[in-house]
Structures are given as structure tokens and as C-alpha cells.
């Protein structure tokens, strides 16, 4: 009878054993790829390294930042192109997807993977391609400027063009998923509300704003939030098409961050660069919750 009850007793043991086992390989995967680089990168941040020795130097890598112009300027690109970009997605996705959505466009599913297929494109090869499309010489948009005669743009070779030639392409590439999403919201509203405004005379245009925007809201603050830190993480497009250039007229924050890390071989000045960024997409995020969310 003891035999018995120690058997059922390590059997109870290892059921509420079982659960920790399940879950150890996330928690380890979690702890060494996520949880140790985080601290870590927090750690060399207040460190400096020299001739292979590394030594506490508490604030001076942030100090050093906030006294630094290419930081300043590399900020200020990526706001610029951040703040044209993201409402720029959001409302191309928004108007699109209440085109699909009002039945006046047949083959619906056709289009929506159409927009959305630039989402999941290479970024590399879409950026080649643009490469390729905005070249100032042999460019395909500067051929066909010229057969309207307006002159051939150096889309890649000025400052102002070179923001508006990222920005065409990080519109072009984030539009269609912005779309996917503002689509299935769409989808989720009720038509007894569309019905109701209609009897008491509610036009097309007083229905958008009056009950799709409204119902919309937690889905665009979603879209808002997302844009807003892809815009903040921009990389591929300027390093590829302009290399920060002309003058770090598009050098992103995310680019000095490489620079100083993988060219420099500066990773305390880049991790302290990281913790900057991440502190202002927070207070960005927080903002937006705080503005467009809902009280509740």
C-alpha cells in the first residue's frame, strides 16, 4: 500500500512538473537571445573600451552623443522622413481598402495580394530595383520625364530627392500592408450601422467619417504605432540607394547606428545610440496611446 501511494505520489510530482519542462526551452531561448543581449548592450553602454580593456564610464557615451551633430542630423533624417511616410501609408492603405471594400471592385482578393505582395518582397532587391528605376543617367523615370520635357531629376544625387526617392519607396513597399490590416477592420463593422445612418439620410462621405473612422480607431492607432517604428528602423532603403548620401542628406539613425558599431567597432557608442532610440520610440508610443487611444 505505501509502494502505492509513493507511485501516485511522484506521479503527481511529474504532471505538475510537466508544464516547467514545456516551457524551459522558450524560457532558455528567451534568456540567451533576447533577456542577456538587452542587459548586455545596456552594460557597454556605460563602458568604454580601449587598447582591449574595457572600463566604467558611466553617462559619458550619452553625453557624447548629445554633443555629437551627425547624431543631430541623422535624427532629424529620419523624423523627416518618418513624419512625411507614415501618414502618407496610412492614408493611401486606408483609402484603398475602402475601395476593395465597397464592392465597386471586382476580383477583390486579386488586389489585396497584389498591394500587399511588396510587403514581403526583398527589401534588397526592391531596392535595387529602384536603384535601377531613379538612376540619373539610364533611369527609367527620368526616361520618361524627358518625353514630357521636363528635365532629368537627380533623384539620387541631391538631398531633397534623395528623401523624396526613400520615401517614394518605403510608401510603396508598407502601403499594401497597412491596406491587409485597415481591410480586415473594415470587414468587422457592422452593416445595421451603415443601414440605420442610411434611413436617417446620412451621405456616403458623413457615413466614412461618422462611423467607419470611429470604428477604425483602435485598428489605425495599430497602423500609427507599427509605421511609426518602422520608420525609426529604416535601413535598407538609404543604405542601399543613396549610402546616407549626398552630405548624410539621408543617413538614418538606425545607419550611424551601424557605422558606429560595424565600422567603427565603436559598440559601446552604438549601444548607447540603441538606448537613446528605443527611449524615444517609447515616449513616441506612449504619445500616441495618450492621444488616440481609447480612455478606457
Known sequence: ?????????????????????????????????IAYPIVSSLLLSFQKSEAGQ?????????????????????????LIIGV???????????????????????????????????????????SVIFLLLLNQDNGLINFLLGLVGIDSIGWLNTPFWAKVSIILQGTWRW????????LAGLQSISKDLYEAASIDGATK???????????????LLFCLIMSTIGSFQLFDEPYILTNGGPVNATTTITMYL???????????????????????????????????????
Open 1 to 33: 500500500m505505501e509502494k502505492t501511494n509513493m507511485g501516485i505520489h511522484r506521479l503527481d510530482v511529474g504532471k505538475n512538473h510537466a508544464p516547467l519542462v514545456l516551457l524551459a526551452p522558450a524560457v532558455l531561448f528567451f534568456s540567451l537571445f
Open 84 to 126: 512625411i511616410q507614415t501618414p502618407s501609408v496610412i492614408i493611401l492603405g486606408l483609402l484603398t481598402a475602402t475601395l476593395l471594400n465597397s464592392g465597386l471592385i471586382k476580383l477583390e482578393n486579386f488586389f489585396r495580394l497584389t498591394y500587399f505582395t511588396p510587403a514581403v518582397t526583398s527589401l534588397v532587391g526592391a
Open 175 to 182: 502601403a499594401g500592408y497597412n491596406m491587409v490590416i485597415i
Open 258 to 296: 551601424y557605422e558606429n558599431g560595424f565600422q567603427f567597432f565603436d559598440f559601446e557608442y552604438a549601444s548607447a545610440i540603441a538606448y537613446v532610440l528605443v527611449g524615444f520610440i517609447a515616449i513616441l508610443t506612449y504619445l500616441q496611446f495618450k492621444l488616440g487611444g481609447d480612455k478606457n
Open 54 to 78: 574595457s572600463s566604467f564610464v558611466g553617462f559619458d557615451n550619452y553625453l557624447r552623443l548629445f554633443q555629437d551633430p551627425l547624431f543631430y542630423e541623422a535624427m532629424k533624417n529620419t
Open 205 to 219: 462621405i458623413r457615413q466614412f467619417f461618422s462611423i467607419t473612422i470611429p470604428q477604425l480607431r483602435p485598428v
